[in-house]
């Protein structure tokens, strides 16, 4: 259900809604638009009585929204959503792309710092390093836990980038949140629902990775858990699912890019890196995605990655890496530059 307010509806009688709706056992999820308030309302109490919100002074009117994701969707929200990072330029969502890079595991000071070095010289705004690995065999290097975030909390310091990093349970969750800028969820986790639940708890924003064999569905509804507990900073990426194809390691669906973009307000990124699994695919498809209209790309470089204790296959070089951020640049300036075109055509 949504509410929507008329254009000049005061903050009091926003606030007034609210707490009808709160005292009616619901949720409300206040929403500012470019033009309007609206004003979600979640919860399993069964239908809401609409004509007790319709009548409250402010009150457009009250719409049911017929799709299982409801927070989530651009019915409730028609904007973009763009997330800040506050004593940065560094955006996600908005018109600039934003480019996260660095290893898939923080391995050592050394080895992270001079990862850092070499991406953020070549441009890209955020830092990404796993302090909490989720292996498939519980032999191989599970992540430097405490120790790794502390190394990528002084990485921001150093280089002022924001910092993403994997939280792989609740108590991995409560260290990344009070060391880390963006909280990612795995794709092995898409599907945790206490951990989404956990997640949407938290005031640090969530990269939502698809899970491998998730459809649009499962994947906007998972999203739609972290939003549900009132955490709206919701970053989606695609990194590829499983099918039959055994040239990659998984199969980079970006099809998916538009199709998350015309039914939710949410930004959703593309790591070419987990999508393809080989090195030598990560540009191409980096473009690729780009061209498609992914917001920004999630990609792993590392300094040596044929010494890397996870996914040195599909890790870049640093010169690979630069050679990307300047192709990506270029055809992300001629979509803006059509789009600018189109836009004033209208
Ligand atoms: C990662 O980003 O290193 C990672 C483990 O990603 P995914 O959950 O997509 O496999
Ligand atoms: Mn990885």
């Not at 007790?52 to 799709?67: A, D, N, P």
């Not at 480019?99 to 710092?113: D, H, T």
């Given at each position: 259900m949504l509410v929507v307010m008329d254009a000049h509806a005061s903050e009091a009688q926003v606030r007034a809604v609210c707490e009808k709706v709160e005292s009616l056992g619901y949720r409300a999820h206040p929403i500012p638009g470019a033009q309007r308030t609206a004003i979600g309302i979640t919860g399993n109490?069964?239908?809401?009585?609409v004509a007790t919100l319709e009548e409250m002074s402010g009150v457009q009117e009250v719409i049911r929204v017929s799709k299982p994701y409801k927070l989530v969707s651009r019915d409730v929200k028609p904007d973009n959503t763009v997330i800040r990072f506050s004593g940065t330029e560094a955006t996600i969502g908005g018109p600039d792309l934003a480019i996260i890079a660095g290893p898939c595991a923080v391995e050592s000071r050394e080895q992270a710092f001079a990862v850092a070095e070499q991406v953020h010289r070549a441009g890209a705004q955020f830092f990404r390093g796993g302090a909490f690995k989720p292996r498939t065999?519980?032999?191989?290097f599970q992540g430097m836990a405490l120790e790794g975030l502390k190394i990528l909390a002084d990485i921001r310091q150093q280089f002022h980038m924001p910092v993403v990093t994997e939280a792989i349970d609740h108590e991995s969750l409560e260290m990344v949140e009070e060391y880390a800028d963006v909280i990612q969820i795995g794709a092995r986790n898409m599907q945790n629902f206490s951990l989404l639940r956990r997640a949407g708890r938290s005031v640090r924003p969530i990269l939502l990775k698809r899970g491998m064999a998730a459809t649009l569905d499962e994947f906007l509804m998972a999203a739609e858990y972290v939003l549900s507990e009132?955490?709206?900073?919701v970053i989606l990426c695609e990194r590829g699912v499983r099918t039959f194809?055994?040239?990659?390691?998984?199969?980079?669906?970006?099809?998916?890019v538009p199709a998350v973009q015309r039914l939710s307000h949410l930004p959703i990124l593309v790591d070419p890196s987990h999508g393809t699994g080989k090195r030598d695919k990560v540009i191409p498809m980096s473009l690729a995605a780009v061209a498609a209209g992914a917001q920004g790309l999630v990609v792993e470089v590392h300094t040596d990655p044929d010494h890397a204790l996870s996914d040195g296959n599909q890790s870049l070089f640093p010169e690979q890496f630069a050679q990307l951020v300047g192709e990506v640049q270029q055809i992300s300036a001629v979509l803006r530059r059509n789009a600018s075109r189109a836009s004033g055509a209208r």
């Amino acid at each position: 259900m949504l509410v929507v307010m008329d254009a000049h509806a005061s903050e009091a009688q926003v606030r007034a809604v609210c707490e009808k709706v709160e005292s009616l056992g619901y949720r409300a999820h206040p929403i500012p638009g470019a033009q309007r308030t609206a004003i979600g309302i979640t919860g399993n109490q069964g239908l809401v009585e609409v004509a007790t919100l319709e009548e409250m002074s402010g009150v457009q009117e009250v719409i049911r929204v017929s799709k299982p994701y409801k927070l989530v969707s651009r019915d409730v929200k028609p904007d973009n959503t763009v997330i800040r990072f506050s004593g940065t330029e560094a955006t996600i969502g908005g018109p600039d792309l934003a480019i996260i890079a660095g290893p898939c595991a923080v391995e050592s000071r050394e080895q992270a710092f001079a990862v850092a070095e070499q991406v953020h010289r070549a441009g890209a705004q955020f830092f990404r390093g796993g302090a909490f690995k989720p292996r498939t065999s519980p032999y191989a290097f599970q992540g430097m836990a405490l120790e790794g975030l502390k190394i990528l909390a002084d990485i921001r310091q150093q280089f002022h980038m924001p910092v993403v990093t994997e939280a792989i349970d609740h108590e991995s969750l409560e260290m990344v949140e009070e060391y880390a800028d963006v909280i990612q969820i795995g794709a092995r986790n898409m599907q945790n629902f206490s951990l989404l639940r956990r997640a949407g708890r938290s005031v640090r924003p969530i990269l939502l990775k698809r899970g491998m064999a998730a459809t649009l569905d499962e994947f906007l509804m998972a999203a739609e858990y972290v939003l549900s507990e009132g955490n709206y900073n919701v970053i989606l990426c695609e990194r590829g699912v499983r099918t039959f194809a055994d040239h990659t390691r998984n199969t980079l669906d970006l099809s998916i890019v538009p199709a998350v973009q015309r039914l939710s307000h949410l930004p959703i990124l593309v790591d070419p890196s987990h999508g393809t699994g080989k090195r030598d695919k990560v540009i191409p498809m980096s473009l690729a995605a780009v061209a498609a209209g992914a917001q920004g790309l999630v990609v792993e470089v590392h300094t040596d990655p044929d010494h890397a204790l996870s996914d040195g296959n599909q890790s870049l070089f640093p010169e690979q890496f630069a050679q990307l951020v300047g192709e990506v640049q270029q055809i992300s300036a001629v979509l803006r530059r059509n789009a600018s075109r189109a836009s004033g055509a209208r």
